[in-house]
T-cell receptor, first 112, second 114 residues
């Protein structure tokens, strides 16, 4: 079973920030938080990952709470092309054979 | 850089028939994964290869599913015989290293078993 809890769906207006929450209250000290997204009829796409510090790349920002029990993926200026299912995954990094376990994710709908 | 290639994109077969899917990972990626995604669910790992050896096949229904990765490059996944519940999208992914959580996925093959 997935170790994360996400809302099933969220809406966002185009141009606004999309903040996608994820609860991972049982996360272990050596587990990273990964975010992927899956646009309709495509394979999942890696977005970002982090351990305890906030992370930012060209796609998104990842904010992890100090106790690491939850995190938020931020898309700063959502566009229609960001409409997708977003998956939050916890996984031990740098350990061979550790699978990505996908839950049902959050369906983000961006509208104009 | 070319992405992960998969073929065919769509396949319709009758139950009890056999089917094979092909995947070519990103050049230089040592690790290859096959996932099954049933409608409305997240992908589920079926098998993971490191070069041409199997790292994890604990979720692969070995009575009907088989996979190989000859020469450590491309891979095939076979189902024989297919059941109705095998209807799903079969996704191939690759990563540079076996321990990497950054995996690159292909477009998938949508299988419909009738």
């Amino acid at each position: 079973d997935a170790k994360t809890t996400q809302p099933p769906s969220m809406d966002c207006a185009e141009g606004r920030a999309a903040n996608l929450p994820c609860n991972h209250s049982t996360i272990s000290g050596n587990e990273y938080v990964y975010w992927y997204r899956q646009i309709h009829s495509q394979g999942p796409q890696y977005i970002i990952h982090g351990l305890k510090n906030n992370e930012t790349n060209e796609m998104a920002s990842l904010i992890i709470t100090e106790d690491r029990k939850s995190s938020t993926l931020i898309l700063p200026h959502a566009t229609l092309r960001d409409t997708a299912v977003y998956y939050c995954i916890v996984r031990v990094a740098n350990q061979a054979g550790t699978a990505l376990i996908f839950g049902k994710g959050t369906t983000l709908s961006v509208s104009s | 850089e070319a992405g992960v290639a998969q073929s065919p994109r769509y396949k319709i077969i009758e139950k009890r028939q056999s089917v094979a899917f092909w995947c070519n990972p990103i050049s230089g990626h040592a690790t290859l994964y096959w996932y099954q995604q049933i409608l409305g669910q997240g992908p589920k790992l079926l098998i993971q290869f490191q070069n041409n050896g199997v790292v994890d096949d604990s979720q692969l229904p070995k009575d009907r599913f088989s996979a190989e990765r000859l020469k450590g490059v491309d891979s095939t996944l076979k189902i024989q015989p297919a059941k109705l519940e095998d209807s799903a999208v079969y996704l191939c992914a690759s990563s540079l290293r076996g321990y990497s959580g950054e995996q690159y996925f292909g477009p998938g093959t949508r299988l419909t078993v009738t």
